[in-house]
C-alpha cells in the first residue's frame, strides 16, 4: 500500500491543469503528494511522488504524462541512431528537485522513504513505442532486429538508472523499489538475453549503500526464477501467482512484495477482506512479506477501502516497523 | 499460424468502409476472407473469419467493432440488471449466415475447418467494460460485488457460446477454439470460483461431438492446471510460458498450442527461424503440439515472413495431415 497519493481527491485537486512531470519537478510539490496518503492511514513507509519518465526527460526525451493515457513521447525511438539523441544522466545537475523532495521528506516523515525509478527495459518501451503498449511490439522488433544497439540503449539507461537511485539513497532514501512494470510481456530466454544484464548491474551497483532493493514487475510470473538472479532483496509479484507459489520460483531467502489485485479494491470490503486475508495466510510462517497490491491503486479506488486494508494487514501481521507504534 | 486472413492486403482492401461485423454477417465475405492465406501458404487447417462478438450483438448487445480499438459496447453492462437485456442464442435463426459460411467453406477446402467463439468471461469483459481494457476493473468489481447476478452472465453466455459451438460443429467445422483472451488477468481462486464451471460446461457439452477442443488464452502461466480440468483437449500457451513448463502444467496427456510470441515475426527472418525452432525443440519428443504464434497475428507483419515459418515448420517436423502432402 505504499503508494503515493495518486488515488486522493486532494491530488486531483493539485493535478488540476498541470502535468505531471511539472508537478515531480517541484520538490514542494512532490513531497506535498508523498505524504498526502498519511493524512488517511498509517502507512508503514512512504514512496516518493515522481514519474518514471522524469530521469528520461532531463535526457532529452520529449515526454509528456497525458491523462488517462500514460507517458506519451512525441518523437521515439524508431531507428537505432536515435538512441544517441539521449544524453547521459548526471542526478545532480538534471534532476536536483528530486533529490530535495527526498532531502525534504526526511524532515517530515517517521516512517522510511522509498525512492524509486522505472527500469531500462520499461523506459525502452515508452521510448520506442511512443507511449503505452500492449504488446511492445516495436520494443521486441528492436530487440531482435539489432541486439548491439539495444544493448547500447539498456546500458546508457542502466547508467542512468544506477546513477539516479544512487543519487537518492545519498540524498535520504531508505530503500529503493525498481519498476519494470512491462517487463511481463517478454518470454524468458528473451529476458535472460536482453534484460537481466543490465537489471543485474544496477542491483550491484545498489549494493554497497546497504538500503533494501525492490524489485516490481507485473505479469512476471516465468520470469521469478531470472528476477531473484537479478539480485534484488525484495521480489515484487503480481495477483496472477498466489505467493506460495511465488516463494517457491523465488527462494525462500528472498522477500516477496504483493499480492493483492488492485481491481478487487473496487468490491464491496467483505470481498476484499477474504482476498486480503488469503495473501495473508499464503505468506504465513515465512519472513520478509511486504504487503501491497499487485500492481498501482485504480482510479476510483474508495479511499475508505484502503484506510480498512490497512487496518485489516496491521491488525494480523506483526509489527515489524522499530518506529511505529504496537498493533492493538 | 491458423488464423484468417486479417493480416493480408486482400483483406484491408476488402474491410474498406466496412465494419468487421457487417463483413462476418455475409456468409459469402467471411468464406472468401478465411480462404485468403491459402492463396500465400499451404496451411494444415482454416479457422473461420468471424469476430468473438457476433453472438452477443446478435443476443442484443449494441456492438461494434472499431478499427485499431476492438470490440465496442455502446450500452455496457453496469448494472446488474442491464443482464437482463440480452436474450438466448438461437444459433440458426440468430447466425445462419456463420452456419453457412462453414457449410460452404466445407465444400472448398481440403484441410480440416476450426470453428470458433469467444469464452463467457472474455464476452462478459468487452460487455461489462464497454470496449477492451488492460485491468478488467468492472468484470471484476462485478463478479466480487454481486457474485450471483455473475454467475446468470456466465450461465447465460457459457449456453449460448455451446449452442453455438454446437450449431458450427453441425454446420461442418471439423474441430473447435474457445478463445479466452482476456482470463489470464484472474488469479487462480477467482478464474476456479467465476470462471471455471461455465468452461467446463462448454467442453462437455461439446464432448459428444468427438471433435478437437482447443483451449486459447494468453497470460494463462498460472491458470494452465485449472485449464486443462476445463476439459479441452488442445490447451493454448502464449510465449511467456516456455512450451517445456506449460506441459508440466497442462499434463502430458494434453495436447498443446503455441507458442511463438507475434511481436517476433516483425524482427528479420534469422531472429524468427532461432526462436521458431526453439519452440519445436522444447516440444521434441512429445505428440500433440500444434505449432502457433502465441496470439493473432500483429500488423504490420511481413507476409512473407509467415511464409517462411510455415515452410520451416513444415520442414523440421512431421506432416500428421494425411490429406496433404509428405515433406521433402
Redesign the interface.
Known amino acids: 500500500m505504499r503508494q503515493a497519493g495518486r488515488y486522493l481527491p486532494e491530488y486531483r485537486t493539485l493535478r488540476q491543469g498541470r502535468d505531471v512531470l511539472e508537478m515531480a519537478r517541484s520538490a514542494e510539490t512532490a513531497a506535498e503528494v508523498t505524504l498526502l496518503p498519511f493524512r488517511y492511514m498509517p502507512l508503514d513507509a512512504a514512496i516518493l511522488f515522481s514519474d518514471i519518465m522524469v530521469p528520461v526527460a532531463e535526457m532529452g526525451a520529449t515526454v509528456r504524462i497525458e491523462p488517462g493515457v500514460g507517458p506519451v513521447v512525441d518523437e521515439p525511438i524508431r531507428r537505432p541512431s536515435d538512441v544517441r539523441r539521449l544524453r547521459a544522466l548526471d542526478p545532480e545537475a538534471d534532476v536536483p528537485y528530486v533529490l530535495e523532495a527526498i532531502r525534504l521528506l526526511r524532515k517530515e516523515l517517521e516512517v522510511p522513504l522509498i525512492g524509486f525509478a522505472g527500469a531500462p527495459f520499461t523506459l525502452a518501451s515508452y521510448l520506442v513505442e511512443g507511449g503505452p503498449s ?5 520494443t ?2 528492436f530487440m ?2 539489432d541486439p548491439r544497439r539495444w544493448d547500447l540503449l539498456m546500458e546508457l539507461l542502466g547508467t542512468a538508472v544506477l546513477a539516479y537511485l544512487l543519487a537518492q539513497v545519498a540524498a535520504g532514501a531508505q530503500a529503493v523499489q525498481l519498476f519494470d512494470s512491462w517487463v ?7 529476458y535472460a538475453t536482453f534484460v537481466l544484464p543490465t537489471t543485474r548491474m544496477i542491483f550491484e551497483g545498489l549494493a554497497e549503500t546497504g538500503v533494501p532493493r525492490i524489485h516490481f514487475g507485473v ?1 512476471t ?2 520470469l521469478l526464477p531470472l528476477m531473484r538472479d537479478a539480485g534484488a532483496d525484495v521480489v515484487g509479484v503480481d ?4 505467493l506460495n ?1 511465488a516463494w517457491e520460483r523465488v527462494g525462500f531467502d528472498a522477500a516477496i512484495q504483493g499480492n493483492l ?4 479494491c ?3 470490503w467483505e ?1 476484499v477482506e477474504q482476498r486480503a486475508l ?1 495473501v495473508l495466510r499464503r505468506a504465513a510462517g515465512r519472513p520478509g512479506h511486504v504487503f501491497n497490491l499487485g ?1 498501482g491503486v ?1 482510479p ?1 479506488t474508495p479511499v475508505a477501502t484502503l484506510q480498512q486494508l490497512v487496518h485489516l494487514v496491521h491488525e494480523r501481521t506483526e509489527w515489524v516497523n522499530d518506529s511505529a507504534e504496537e498493533p492493538q
Do not use: C, F, I, Y
Open positions: 500492449r504488446n511492445q511490439e516495436m521486441k522488433a531482435h532486429s511481463g510481456t517478454l518470454d524468458p530466454s528473451d505479469g510470473g516465468e495477483w496472477r501467482v498466489p507459489v489485485d488492485p481491481a478487487v473496487l468490491a464491496p470481498a488469503g500492481h485504480l476510483g
